[in-house]
């Protein structure tokens, strides 16, 4: 089975400060990561994921295998960074199966 | 392109009652995957479909079902509504079939079971 778990529902941050946003994943398996956001009356939107080792929007995430974890950062949290952000698992042998965990709201304060 | 449609936006139904939900892929997408998002939680997968094929199934009862056409857009039926059905219902869309394929959401049905 496999399962995402984002430990925070809510993280506040001042702007300028670092953010990180926790995800833990369990899959027996290769799997692939990534995070989705979903701003303020938008639709969901892929932010990375972990095979394209990109930084986007200043956000990067590591894939820990051994600590099982996709934690998101960002150095500088910025006040449009507020959103709705999930971590999502993707088994290599489940076609397009994206396994989503419960989502983690961000509040960057002025 | 408009980017991945869904109709209607929201609806109201009664107990066991069944319901129709509609999707449009973008252009050139075959991989239709439907998700239900209950409030407070994140998208649970429904199924997949690709080139009018089921590829994959969620666990959830057989009154949920799905079909893709030959254009590509995809209904899902959900039939005798409980309360929990209630949820907003996402649609997404991609070139083909497998993990290493961008998904593209929609913005969803709202469903309300009363």
């Known amino acids: 089975a496999q399962r995402v778990t984002q430990p925070e529902k809510l993280l506040s941050v001042f702007k300028g400060a670092p953010v990180e946003l926790k995800c833990n994943y369990s899959?027996?398996?290769?799997?692939?990561l990534f995070w989705y956001v979903q701003y303020s009356r938008q639709r969901l939107q892929l932010l990375l994921r972990?095979?394209s080792r990109e930084s986007i929007k200043g956000f990067t995430a590591d894939l820990n295998k051994g600590e099982t974890s996709f934690h998101l950062k960002k150095p500088f949290a910025q006040e449009e960074d507020s959103a709705m952000y999930y971590c999502a698992l993707s088994g290599s042998t489940s076609g397009s199966r994206l396994t989503f965990g419960e989502g983690t709201q961000l509040t960057v304060n002025p | 392109d408009a980017g991945v449609t869904q109709s209607p936006t929201h609806l109201i139904k009664t107990r066991g009652q069944h319901v129709t939900l509609r999707c449009s892929p973008i252009?050139?997408?075959?991989?239709v995957s439907w998700y239900q998002q209950v409030l407070g939680q994140g998208p649970q997968f429904i199924f997949q479909y690709y080139e009018k094929e089921e590829r994959g199934r969620g666990n959830f009862p057989d009154r949920f079902s799905a079909r893709q056409f030959p254009n590509y857009s995809s209904e899902l039926n959900v039939n005798a509504l409980l309360l929990g059905d209630s949820a907003l219902y996402l649609c997404a869309s991609s070139l083909a079939s497998g993990s290493g394929y961008e998904q593209y959401f929609g913005p969803g049905t709202r469903l309300t079971v009363t």
């Open positions: 899959y027996s398996g290769s799997p692939e």
């Open positions: 252009s050139g997408h075959k991989s």
């Open positions: 972990h095979i």
